[in-house]
């Protein structure tokens, strides 16, 4: 069973930084992509960033590309999200996910 615990929310200025973590647990973890998303209130979850098992590859959604980085050590079974030059409009639950696996997520408020 696989199990991802997501952490590093919190409140934030415009124009700040954050730092999310997504700590995986299970089999195989380091083998597979994984993801970042995020649902605001009363919208649809989005697709933010996503990365390869290797770190290698990495795609983002263009509401985020340039602001956000994901990067992954494997060694730690960890995925990150690096989120600078915070707006507004990033408030929401952020969640990683891994396949048909998503982490129970992490409040993100960003003060206008």
């Known amino acids: 069973q696989v199990q991802l615990v997501e952490s590093g929310g919190g409140l934030v200025q415009a124009g700040g930084s954050l730092r999310l973590s997504c700590a995986a647990s299970?089999?195989?973890?380091?083998?597979?992509?994984m993801g970042w998303f995020r649902q605001a209130p009363g919208k649809e979850r989005e697709f933010l960033a996503a990365i390869s098992w290797r770190g290698s590859d990495k795609d983002y959604a263009d509401s985020v590309k340039g602001r956000f980085t994901i990067s992954r050590d494997n060694a730690k079974y960890t995925v990150y999200l690096q989120m600078n030059s915070l707006k507004h409009e990033d408030t929401a639950v952020y969640y990683c996910?891994?396949?048909?696996?998503w982490g129970q997520g992490t409040q993100v408020t960003v003060s206008s």
């Open positions: 996910a891994m396949t048909n696996y």
């Open positions: 299970g089999r195989a973890v380091s083998t597979y992509a």
